[in-house]
Each structure stands twice: as structure tokens, then as C-alpha cells.
């Protein structure tokens, strides 16, 4: 299976960074940039932090949520 990354966005729409899915990066920027920063797949939204819970609560609860999305 290939390797996806991860877009964490700031709730202004900037780019933060590209995680690997097998890592927690994506899950603890949506803690540190707050309500209204997001995860993207390939431009789609995969994760809205506040909406969807709050990423950094529980990393893998998070990741799976995002891989279900993706289904």
C-alpha cells in the first residue's frame, strides 16, 4: 500500500507542514494551531480541528478517523 501524507493547515489556510501517516505530526499541529486548522489528503479535508474532536486527544483515534474518511 503507498504512503500518505499528511497536510496540517492552519486555521488562515497556510500550509504548516507534510507528515507522514505514520507518524503523529498532523494530529499534535491541529492542538497547537487550534479550532479551524485541518488535515488534507490530496486537497481533501480529511479532519477539521473543533468540529471533529481535538486531534492531539487521541492520536490514534485520530489517524483512524482520517483512514475511514479515505475509504
Do not use: H
Not at 480541528?49 to 489517524?63: L, P
Amino acid at each position: 500500500m503507498a504512503k500518505i501524507t499528511l497536510d496540517a493547515y492552519a486555521p488562515d489556510g497556510r500550509l504548516i507542514a507534510k507528515c507522514d501517516q505514520d507518524d503523529y505530526g498532523a494530529p499534535l499541529l491541529m492542538s497547537l494551531y487550534g479550532e479551524g486548522s485541518t488535515i488534507r489528503v490530496k486537497n481533501r479535508i480529511v479532519w477539521l480541528e473543533g468540529a471533529d474532536g481535538e486531534g492531539a486527544e487521541s492520536y490514534d483515534g485520530t489517524i483512524f478517523k482520517i483512514f475511514s474518511r479515505l475509504k
